[in-house]
Nanobody
Framework: QVQLVQSGGGLVQVGGSLRLSCAAS????????MGWYRQAPGKQRELVAT???????NFADSVKGRFTISRDGAKNTVYLRMNSLKSEDTAVYYC?????????WGQGTQVTVSS
């Protein structure tokens, strides 16, 4: 089992920045891809960014150039740095980890971008 605990998020103005963190614990030695998804009200959950165990990253087109994802292997933590935030980035953000064919999810954290 893997537990994912998120921190960060909150309220920020348009153009501002936030950082989300997700710390993994438990049977983490087989974690492959870690990443972030988000779900806005009335919309489906969508991929934001992922990072593989080798550091390869993938971003949604909507966040490319504004968001960065990083991973600290020693701390078993993945970070999402969000810059130049827009109102459409408002959503609940979820940390995700893939171990083999099993997915794990964090508890979710609200990010609200106000104008």
């Amino acid at each position: 089992q893997v537990q994912l605990v998120q921190s960060g998020g909150g309220l920020v103005q348009v153009g501002g920045s936030l950082r989300l963190s997700c710390a993994a614990s438990g049977s983490i030695f087989r974690l492959n891809v870690m990443g972030w998804y988000r779900q806005a009200p009335g919309k489906q959950r969508e991929l934001v960014a992922t990072i593989g165990s080798g550091g390869r990253t993938n971003f949604a087109d909507s966040v490319k150039g504004r968001f960065t994802i990083s991973r600290d292997g020693a701390k078993n933590t993945v970070y999402l740095r969000m810059n130049s935030l827009k109102s459409e980035d408002t959503a609940v953000y979820y940390c995700n980890a893939l171990s083999g064919t099993t997915e794990y999810w964090g508890q979710g954290t609200q990010v609200t971008v106000s104008s």
